[in-house]
């Protein structure tokens, strides 16, 4: 049972563009969502975080979305540059167990 | 965030034999976690490390295959026991602050 989803494993984006990587949940219990990036052959790297109570957090270049009613959460990167290109895992929390999506493989485009 | 580091960083292993994995943060730390990575698949979590206590392992891992040390709130090694090539992954130690989870830089085994 698949409790967090990334329906698209890729994403390519010109640079300069926004990206908008999509997560979707099933556990109306999770209260803490986040995101991550990914190099190959490197841990995953904190971007942001959101909690339950807030429908949108942004961080510099970096915004997540939140919509409890759809169980639903984004991470837009505005704008977009090659360095960003790696791959995006959303990770959704409740009492300090985190299930991690399946990832999105972003590919910005000079 | 702290830091955690984790040895070796990469290795490759031969069939039935048995890698110890260690993770060092530069802080203390309740709440520690080891994931796994298998190729082109999502971070699955193996066990929590409890400090002083045996670890809390997840549905589909067991002890004897996994073995956890937790001796202080610093440090944690995983052992994967008795490897096959299915056990090629990244392991991944992680910790958690407030309500963020961090992690190490990865260890990634390969098993021939």
């Known amino acids: 049972d698949q409790q967090v989803k990334q329906n698209s494993p890729s994403l390519s984006v010109q640079e300069g563009r926004i990206s908008i990587l999509n997560c979707d949940y099933t556990?109306?219990?999770?209260?803490?969502f986040l995101w991550y990036k990914k190099y190959p052959a490197e841990g995953p790297t904190f971007l942001i975080s959101?909690?339950?109570?807030?429908d949108k957090n942004e961080d510099g270049r970096f915004t997540v979305f939140l919509n409890k009613s759809a169980k639903h959460l984004s991470l837009h990167i505005v704008p977009s540059q090659p360095g960003d290109s790696a791959v995006y895992f959303c990770a959704a929390s409740v009492a300090y167990k985190y299930i991690f999506g399946t990832g999105t493989r972003l590919k910005v485009l000079a | 965030s702290a830091v955690i580091s984790q040895k070796p960083s990469r290795d490759i292993c031969q069939r039935g034999t048995s890698l110890t994995i260690q993770c060092q943060v530069d802080?203390?730390?309740?709440?520690m976690f080891w994931y796994r990575q298998q190729p082109g698949q999502s971070l699955t979590l193996i066990a929590t490390a409890n400090q002083g206590s045996e670890a809390t392992y997840e549905s589909g891992f067991v002890i004897d295959k996994f073995p956890i040390s937790r001796p202080n709130l610093t440090f944690s090694t995983l052992t994967v026991s008795n490897m096959s090539p299915e056990d090629s992954s990244i392991y991944l130690c992680?910790?958690?602050?407030?309500?963020?989870?961090?992690f190490g830089e990865g260890s990634r085994l390969t098993v021939l």
């Open positions: 992680s910790v958690v602050e407030g309500r963020g989870l961090f």
């Open positions: 556990n109306s219990m999770f209260d803490y």
């Open positions: 802080s203390q730390v309740t709440m």
């Open positions: 959101i909690s339950s109570i807030k």
